[in-house]
Nanobody, 113 residues
Framework: QVQLVESGGGLVQPGGSLRLSCVAS????????MGWYRQAPGKQRELVAA???????NYAEFVKGRFTISRDNAKKTVYLQMNSLKPEDTAIYYC???????WGQGTQVTVSS
């Protein structure tokens, strides 16, 4: 079993930045693609960004040019750098090991002035 723990969320003003981290347990992290998802109250969970085991990235259209996903296999960590944040980015952000039932507990991101 893989345990995923997100951190780095918080309250930020519109236009600000946050960096989320997702730290994984286990010894096979490097074999998994990873994704960041978000869910706002009353809305479905949606994919934000994904990165393959080899480092290839994909982004949802609504974050292209603003967010960057990266990974450090030595640290078993996936990052989501979020810039130019908008109020509509407010959500709980979760990381997921692609193709698995492994999810973190989420970290709250609130964009408000």
């Amino acid at each position: 079993q893989v345990q995923l723990v997100e951190s780095g969320g918080g309250l930020v003003q519109p236009g600000g930045s946050l960096r989320l981290s997702c730290v994984a347990s286990g010894n096979v992290f490097k074999l998994y693609g990873m994704g960041w998802y978000r869910q706002a109250p009353g809305k479905q969970r949606e994919l934000v960004a994904a990165i393959t085991s080899s480092g290839r990235t994909n982004y949802a259209e609504f974050v292209k040019g603003r967010f960057t996903i990266s990974r450090d296999n030595a640290k078993k960590t996936v990052y989501l750098q979020m810039n130019s944040l908008k109020p509509e980015d407010t959500a709980i952000y979760y990381c997921n090991a692609a193709g698995t039932h492994y999810w973190g507990q989420g970290t709250q991101v609130t964009v408000s002035s």
